[in-house]
Every structure is written in C-alpha cells, then in structure tokens.
C-alpha cells in the first residue's frame, strides 16, 4: 500500500487547512486510514480515522469538533479537514493505513507533511 499526503503549509491562528491523502487502495475495501500528527519532542499522537467500508470515523480528544475525515466516495483518497487552527496543532501530519477495522496499529505509513500555525 502506497499513502501519498499533500495540503501542509503555514497558517495562522483560526485558520483552516485541509489534508488529503491518495491511498493506493481499492474503495470498496475493508481497510481504515488514519492521520497521525508528531511535533518536536513529542510522541507521535493520532489524530482521526475513517474505514472504507462503513465510513465510522474516530477522532483523538485534542481535535474533536475542529477537524473532520472524509473520504471521496469514488476514490481512494481521504481528506483531513482541520478548522479554528491553534498553534498546538503545528506538526508534521502523517497518514497510515491497516487492512483492520479501525486499528490501534498501522501497517502501512506515507510520509509527512508539514503544519505550521503561527500565533
């Protein structure tokens, strides 16, 4: 499985950003794709998910109510859409797939993209 994230960038407090992820899966699978978020000298903290066969998503606590994952109905892409920005949300912002439903451990990983909030 190949995860390609694209959508980073510098943005100020408030603001919106919004991430996507092209992921080299079939759309009718059972696979979930998830977002991952690590920032200097922290540990790598998830972020939200969603599974392609039922659509259920998850969301970690810090970004409840602010961000949303969807995914394209007819593609395999997934979108992180991240609204009211803190600085706190400044990371690098992975996305990660596994053929389990809504995983605690990922298989697969794309590499980074860069979020900057500037306060």
């Known amino acids: 499985v190949q995860l390609q994230a694209s959508g980073g960038g510098l943005v100020q407090a408030g603001d919106s950003l919004r991430l996507s992820c092209d992921a080299s899966?079939?759309?009718?699978?059972?696979?979930?794709v998830g977002w991952f978020r690590q920032a200097p000298g922290k540990e790598r903290e998830f972020v939200a998910a969603?599974?392609?066969?039922?659509?259920?998503?998850q969301y970690g606590d810090s970004v409840k109510g602010r961000f949303t994952i969807s995914r394209d109905n007819d593609k395999s892409t997934v979108h992180l859409q991240m609204n009211s920005l803190i600085s706190e949300d400044s990371a690098v912002y992975y996305c990660?797939?596994?053929?389990?439903?809504?995983?605690?451990?990922?298989?697969?990983w794309g590499q980074g993209t860069q979020v900057t909030v500037s306060s």
């Open positions: 990660a797939a596994d053929g389990d439903y809504l995983p605690t451990k990922y298989r697969w």
């Open positions: 899966i079939r759309t009718d699978s059972r696979y979930t």
């Open positions: 969603i599974n392609f066969s039922d659509g259920r998503t």
